[in-house]
């Protein structure tokens, strides 16, 4: 493998879904953590939109006095929804569009 330089890596452990059992190098950011979700494009053999493999970051162990986590590894979340939290202030988009008021003549 080359050498990233200034950039690190970590080698990070997968479990579950297609990807169970292997070992990737995966960036780490400036806190030294690997990103809360991976997700891994999966070209379609017919030519269609891609399948998305999304995994979840967690702990993989814990020390003993402190609780602080050991390593990370990522576990295959199935469904693969949006793991943003939900702020009351933001509304979801209609999937038609953003709309107006009632009522509003658009002048």
Do not use: C
């Not at 003993?64 to 050991?70: D, E, H, M, Y």
Request: glycine share 16%.
């Amino acid at each position: 493998m080359t050498d990233t330089g200034a950039v690190k890596s970590e080698q990070t452990p997968f479990e579950g879904g297609p990807m169970d059992g292997r070992v990737l190098p995966v960036l780490v950011g400036p806190t030294g953590h690997p990103p809360k979700t991976y997700r891994i494009p999966v070209p379609d053999p017919a030519g269609g939109p891609p399948t998305v493999l999304v995994y979840r970051r967690v702990p993989r162990g814990q020390s003993r006095r402190l609780g602080l986590p050991r390593g990370w590894k990522y576990e295959f979340d199935p469904e693969g929804k949006d793991g943003r939290p939900k702020w009351p202030w933001s509304r979801p988009t209609p999937p038609n569009g953003p709309e107006g008021k009632p009522g509003d003549t658009g002048g």
